[in-house]
Structure formats: structure tokens, C-alpha cells
């Protein structure tokens, strides 16, 4: 229940520092309905439109999700990923909404992850809760309903791998989620894929795998052990793994940590300063290359262009971790800024759809590198990039206006 409830917590404190719901984007694909019957409006509509009523825009809210395969000797983040989806009914102007429909996810191929982390065995000693095999930390399976909220849907907490269930060694870090949408008789409405981001690639062991102890983890701790006096090592060989946001503050995981210490991200990012600057080395990660949006592969931006300061500006202590990220607003015109106050990810704009809705999250800005990345704006206006063709949701082409006017 504690980690419920530090969940919302933090879920309170990103709708305090943001001024406003969680909502997630996702990509999705249109059930092609009868050409013949629409033949009127075809001029209008957009090729692979087809005369559907309804569009349904899904996303993940990160550009990437870490989580461990192995929980026996430390945790840094638990498996977590965010799927959103906004639908749209089509018309003269266009209506989100939420009711009178549900909205199903699901990973096709990918149905099971007990086994392909072991998070499952520890996650009762790490956190103090006993979801079942599969089920996440907010009740998600690999497959089931959305929640509605306001304005869009969610699912939270989805405990993904990135190990397909045919392919239990060869990682696929870009998987696609797809999304349904159906009317309360069971009847579908709409249908769309976008990744669902995820990677175990941290590379701590690129440094941490001196020949004792061989397991890295364990080395991790004891590095600490020897130089903060914590006994962590020794607890975790007794079967009691360590969760660094118990001392060290993490608003992510709505753990607020000891107040005298640094938080995680600040302890993390200070102590290796001096040992690279290379977020790979960390962060997913040489194979994986998180970063894949259209700012990276066609205008040569790296990490510290938009995370101006790097590891020394991490670490900090005055920044609120997850909070004071860089923003669009910081290079773009206020037009195509972030809502005041608001991160990315939380942001909306034309029509009262999330950023994410038409950009895709951060770090996989459309176009992205990553093909699954494109499918959903490939499927619904013809060619990747943000979701610009008006008729799209517009029944017909508006005269005026647009996303960014
Ligand atoms: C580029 C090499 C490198 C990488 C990658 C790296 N570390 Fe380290 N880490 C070090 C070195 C070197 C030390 C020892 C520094 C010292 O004792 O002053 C260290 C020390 C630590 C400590 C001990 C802190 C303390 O109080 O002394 C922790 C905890 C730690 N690393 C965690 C991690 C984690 C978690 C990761 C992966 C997410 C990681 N490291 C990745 C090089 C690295
Ligand atoms: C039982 C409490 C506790 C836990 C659990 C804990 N730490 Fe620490 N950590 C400390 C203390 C105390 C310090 C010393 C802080 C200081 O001197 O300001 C520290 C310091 C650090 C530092 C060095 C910061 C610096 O700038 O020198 C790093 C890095 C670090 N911790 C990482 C981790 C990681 C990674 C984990 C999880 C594997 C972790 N800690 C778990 C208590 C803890
Ligand atoms: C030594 C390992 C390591 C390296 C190198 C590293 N990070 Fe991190 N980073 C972490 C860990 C561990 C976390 C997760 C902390 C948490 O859960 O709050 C993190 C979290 C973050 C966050 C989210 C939390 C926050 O502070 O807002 C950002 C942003 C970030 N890193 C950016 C970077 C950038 C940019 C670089 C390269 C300049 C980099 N990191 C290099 C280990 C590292
Ligand atoms: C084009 C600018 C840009 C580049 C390049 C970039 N980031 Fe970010 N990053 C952002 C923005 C903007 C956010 C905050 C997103 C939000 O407000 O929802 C962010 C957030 C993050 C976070 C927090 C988790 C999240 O997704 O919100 C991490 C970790 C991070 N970046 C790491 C990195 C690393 C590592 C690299 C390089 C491999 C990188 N970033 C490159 C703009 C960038
Ligand atoms: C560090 C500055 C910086 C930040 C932060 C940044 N951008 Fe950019 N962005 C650029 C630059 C430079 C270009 C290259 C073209 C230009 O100047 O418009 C670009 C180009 C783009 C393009 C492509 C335009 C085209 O011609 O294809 C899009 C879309 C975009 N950015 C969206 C975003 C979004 C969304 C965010 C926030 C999540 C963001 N950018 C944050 C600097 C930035
Ligand atoms: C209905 C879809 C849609 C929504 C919602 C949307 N955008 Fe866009 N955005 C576009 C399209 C299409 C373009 C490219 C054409 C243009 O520049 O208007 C674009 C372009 C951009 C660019 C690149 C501008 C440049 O300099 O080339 C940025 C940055 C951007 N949007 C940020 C945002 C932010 C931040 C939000 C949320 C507050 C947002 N967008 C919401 C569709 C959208
Ligand atoms: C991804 C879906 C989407 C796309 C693409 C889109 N719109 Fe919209 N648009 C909406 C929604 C939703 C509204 C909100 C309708 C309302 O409730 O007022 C809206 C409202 C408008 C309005 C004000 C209401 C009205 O219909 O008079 C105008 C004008 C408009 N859009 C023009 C455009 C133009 C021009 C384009 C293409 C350049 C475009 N839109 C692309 C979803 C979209």
C-alpha cells in the first residue's frame, strides 16, 4: 500500500508542479471501412481514412522506459510503462471524447514477464506490495482496459519487457502496443499501434564488473558500503535487496528519501561526473540509442544541446528531478511552446490534444529513426511526421487554422 500511495503522491506532485492531468499519446491504426459507401466524401478524406468516424491517437509518455531484469541485489526503477489514447470522433469541428466507449491495449507477442525479469520474486521485499506474476504496480497486466480520465485514456504501470515472447534472448526495444476501440456493444470503432519504448540497457557494468565481486550489482553496493558506511551489501547477500529512493529522494517513483541527502538523480549523476560524460553509459544505451527523433537524425542534436550542463547540472541539488527538464519553448517560438508551468508530456495543444498526440514523446519526435515510431502517423495521414493533414479529424478541410495557428 506504501508504494501505492507514494505513487499518487507523486502523481499529486506532478499535478501540482504542472498544474494538470497525466495523459499519454499513442499511435494508431484506422479499420479500413468500405470504400464504396463514403465514395461522396472521398475527396476530402485522407486516403487510408477511409470514411472512419472515429480516430484514436495512442503514445507512450516517455521516449523510453529502464527498468532491471534482475531485482535480487538492487532497484533502481521498477518495470513502469505509460500507454495513452485520445479518440477523436470525427465531424465539423471534431469532439474528443471519453464516454460511451472503452479503450483496450494490449503488446501483440508479448503476453507474459515473470521469468523474463525476476522482478516478481522481490518486488514484495523492495516495495512492500504483492502484485500478482505479470501485474504491475498499479494493477496493469501486459493486456487489458485503459482508464478514462477527462479527456483522454490511460494505462499506468505496465510491467513490459523488451523480450517478445518468441524471442527470449534477441531484445526488441521498439515493440509496437496496439490500441482498440470499442463502442459498449463490442463493436469496433478505431484502431492504432505505437511503441511502447523499454530497455534494461544500463550499462553499470561497463565499469562496475571488477573480477570480485563478479556480480556488478553487488559491486555497486559495496563501493557505497565503503564510502557511506551503509551496510547494503551485506543485507542484500541476506536476501533483503536495496532500493536506492528509500535514502535518496525520487519523485518518479513518488519516494521522497531522506531530506538531508542528495536525491537520486543528483547523487547519481554527481559522483560520475568525473567519470564520463557519455549518458549511454547509463542510459539506454549504446544498442538501444534511446534518442531517435527527428532533432538527432536530421539536425545533429545530442543530449546536453537540450540538457544544457550535463552531468554537472544533474547533479544539482537545487533542480527537482523529473520535474526541471529542458522544454520546446527553450529553442522554439512560444506558439509551439509548452502550456505554462507544464511539461511536455502533460502539455496540449490544437483542439485540446496532448502534444504527444501528434509529436510522439520526447526523444522519438516524429519523424523518428525508429519505424515503429511512424506507423500511426504513416497509417492515418499517408507519411510520417507530426499529424498535420486536417481531415485526419476534421470531417472536411477547414478554410482556417491549424495546429499551430
Ligand atoms: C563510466 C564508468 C561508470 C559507470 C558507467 C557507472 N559507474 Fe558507478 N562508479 C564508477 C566509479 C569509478 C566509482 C567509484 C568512485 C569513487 O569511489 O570515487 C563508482 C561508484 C559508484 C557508487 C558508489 C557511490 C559512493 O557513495 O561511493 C554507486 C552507488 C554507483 N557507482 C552506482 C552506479 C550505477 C547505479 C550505475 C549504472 C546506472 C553506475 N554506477 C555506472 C564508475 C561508473
Ligand atoms: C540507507 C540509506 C541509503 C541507501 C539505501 C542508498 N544510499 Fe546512497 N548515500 C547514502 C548516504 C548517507 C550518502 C552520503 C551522502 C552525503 O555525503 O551527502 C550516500 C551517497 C551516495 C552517492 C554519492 C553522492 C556524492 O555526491 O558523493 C551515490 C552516487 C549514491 N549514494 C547512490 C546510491 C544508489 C545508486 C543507491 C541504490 C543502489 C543508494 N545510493 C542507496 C545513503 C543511502
Ligand atoms: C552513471 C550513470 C548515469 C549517467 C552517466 C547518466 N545518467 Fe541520467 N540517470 C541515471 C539514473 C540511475 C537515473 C534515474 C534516477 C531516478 O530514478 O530518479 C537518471 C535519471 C536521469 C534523468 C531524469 C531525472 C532528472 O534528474 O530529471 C535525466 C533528465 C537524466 N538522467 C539525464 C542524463 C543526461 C543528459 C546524461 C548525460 C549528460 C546522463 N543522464 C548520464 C544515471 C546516469
Ligand atoms: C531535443 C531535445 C532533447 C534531446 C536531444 C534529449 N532530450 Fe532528454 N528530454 C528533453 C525534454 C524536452 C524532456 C522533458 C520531457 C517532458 O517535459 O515531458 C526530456 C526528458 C528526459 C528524461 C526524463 C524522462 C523523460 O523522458 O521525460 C531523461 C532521462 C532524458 N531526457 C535523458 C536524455 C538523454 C540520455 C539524451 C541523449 C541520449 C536526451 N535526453 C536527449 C529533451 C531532449
Ligand atoms: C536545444 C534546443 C531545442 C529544444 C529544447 C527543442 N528543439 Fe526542436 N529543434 C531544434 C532545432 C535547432 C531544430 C532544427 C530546425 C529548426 O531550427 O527549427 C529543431 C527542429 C524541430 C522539429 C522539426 C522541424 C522540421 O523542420 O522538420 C520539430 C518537430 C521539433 N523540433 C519539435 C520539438 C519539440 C516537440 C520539442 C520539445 C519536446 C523540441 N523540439 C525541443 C532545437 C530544439
Ligand atoms: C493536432 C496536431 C498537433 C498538436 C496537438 C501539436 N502539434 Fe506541434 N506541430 C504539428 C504539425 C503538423 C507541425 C508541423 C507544421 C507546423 O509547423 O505547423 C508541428 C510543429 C511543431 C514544432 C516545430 C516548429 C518548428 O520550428 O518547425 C514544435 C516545436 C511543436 N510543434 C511543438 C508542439 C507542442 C509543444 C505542442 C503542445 C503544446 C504541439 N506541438 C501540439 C502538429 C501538432
Ligand atoms: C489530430 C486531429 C486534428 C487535426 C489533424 C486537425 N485538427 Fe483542427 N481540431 C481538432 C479538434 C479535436 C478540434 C476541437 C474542436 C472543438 O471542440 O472546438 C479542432 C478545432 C479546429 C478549429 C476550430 C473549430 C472549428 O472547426 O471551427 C479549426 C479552425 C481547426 N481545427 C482547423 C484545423 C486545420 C486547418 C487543420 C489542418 C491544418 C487541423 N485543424 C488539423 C482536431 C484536429
Same mark, same amino acid.
Given at each position: 500500500?506504501?508504494?501505492?500511495?507514494? /505513487?499518487?503522491?507523486?502523481?499529486?506532485? +506532478?499535478?501540482?508542479?504542472?498544474? $494538470?492531468?497525466?495523459?499519454?499519446?499513442? /499511435?494508431?491504426?484506422?479499420?479500413?471501412?468500405?470504400?464504396?459507401?463514403?465514395?461522396?466524401?472521398?475527396?476530402?478524406?485522407?486516403?487510408?481514412?477511409?470514411?472512419?468516424?472515429?480516430?484514436?491517437?495512442?503514445?507512450n509518455d516517455l521516449g523510453m522506459h529502464c527498468y532491471d531484469r534482475d531485482y535480487s541485489t538492487l532497484?533502481?526503477?521498477?518495470?513502469?510503462?505509460?500507454?495513452?489514447?485520445?479518440? $477523436?470522433?470525427?465531424?465539423?469541428?471534431?469532439?474528443?471524447?471519453?464516454?460511451?466507449?472503452?479503450?483496450?491495449?494490449?503488446?501483440? !507477442?508479448? %503476453?507474459?514477464?515473470?521469468?523474463?525479469?525476476?522482478f516478481w520474486?522481490?518486488?514484495?521485499?523492495? /516495495? !512492500?506490495?504483492?502484485?500478482?506474476?505479470?501485474?504491475?504496480?498499479?494493477?496493469?497486466?501486459?493486456?487489458?482496459?485503459?482508464?478514462?480520465?477527462?479527456? =483522454?485514456?490511460?494505462?499506468q504501470g505496465i510491467p513490459v519487457t523488451e523480450f517478445p515472447d518468441n524471442a527470449l534472448t534477441t531484445p526488441n526495444y521498439f515493440q509496437l502496443a496496439h490500441f482498440i476501440v470499442k463502442d459498449l456493444a463490442g463493436n469496433v470503432l478505431a484502431q492504432t499501434d505505437a511503441t511502447i519504448p523499454v530497455s534494461s540497457e544500463m550499462r553499470c557494468d561497463k565499469c562496475h564488473n571488477t573480477p570480485s565481486p563478479t556480480n556488478y550489482r553487488m559491486n555497486i553496493l559495496q563501493k557505497h558500503d565503503e564510502d557511506q558506511g551503509t551496510v547494503m551489501s551485506l543485507q542484500a547477500a541476506a536476501g533483503n535487496p536495496a532500493v536506492c529512493s528509500r535514502c535518496h529522494a525520487d519523485p518518479v517513483l513518488g519516494m521522497p528519501g531522506n531530506p538531508n541527502l542528495p536525491s537520486l538523480s543528483a547523487a547519481v549523476h554527481g559522483l560520475h561526473a568525473e567519470q564520463t560524460t557519455d549518458c549511454y553509459s547509463c542510459h539506454p544505451g549504446p544498442v538501444t540509442r534511446c534518442l531517435r527523433d527527428v532533432m538527432s537524425t536530421q539536425f545533429g542534436l545530442t543530449c546536453v544541446n537540450c540538457h544544457v550542463g550535463g552531468m554537472t547540472a544533474l547533479a544539482n541539488q537545487n533542480r527537482t528531478p523529473w520535474v526541471d527538464l529542458p522544454r520546446c519553448g527553450n529553442c522554439h517560438p512560444a506558439a509551439f511552446s509548452e502550456n505554462p508551468g507544464t511539461l511536455y508530456k502533460l502539455s496540449k495543444g490544437h483542439g485540446g490534444l496532448f502534444c504527444e498526440s501528434c509529436h510522439n514523446s520526447t =526523444?522519438? $519526435?516524429? %519523424?523518428?529513426?525508429?519505424?515503429?515510431?511512424?506507423?500511426?502517423?504513416? %497509417?492515418?495521414? !499517408?507519411?510520417?511526421?507530426? +499529424?498535420?493533414?486536417?481531415?485526419?479529424?476534421? /470531417?472536411?478541410?477547414?478554410?482556417?487554422?491549424?495546429? =499551430?495557428?
Open positions: 500500500m506504501r508504494v501505492l500511495s507514494y /505513487l499518487t503522491k507523486l502523481n499529486w506532485l +506532478i499535478f501540482m508542479l504542472a498544474g $494538470i492531468g497525466l495523459v499519454l499519446l499513442s /499511435l494508431v491504426a484506422i479499420k479500413p471501412f468500405p470504400t464504396e459507401a463514403f465514395a461522396g466524401n472521398k475527396v476530402y478524406l485522407p486516403v487510408v481514412q477511409n470514411g472512419n468516424p472515429y480516430v484514436v491517437l495512442g503514445w532497484m533502481v526503477l521498477p518495470p513502469y510503462n505509460n500507454l495513452y489514447a485520445q479518440v $477523436i470522433k470525427r465531424g465539423d469541428p471534431p469532439q474528443v471524447i471519453t464516454t460511451g466507449i472503452t479503450v483496450e491495449y494490449s503488446v501483440p !507477442g508479448n %503476453t507474459y514477464s515473470a521469468g523474463k525479469t525476476n520474486d522481490y518486488v514484495f521485499k523492495l /516495495l !512492500g506490495v504483492n502484485p500478482a506474476p505479470n501485474i504491475g504496480l498499479t494493477g496493469k497486466g501486459l493486456a487489458g482496459l485503459m482508464d478514462p480520465s477527462s479527456d =483522454h485514456f490511460v494505462a =526523444h522519438a $519526435i516524429t %519523424t523518428s529513426r525508429e519505424a515503429n515510431d511512424n506507423v500511426q502517423a504513416i %497509417t492515418l495521414q !499517408g507519411y510520417a511526421g507530426p +499529424i498535420g493533414k486536417c481531415t485526419v479529424c476534421h /470531417l472536411t478541410q477547414p478554410t482556417s487554422g491549424g495546429p =499551430h495557428q
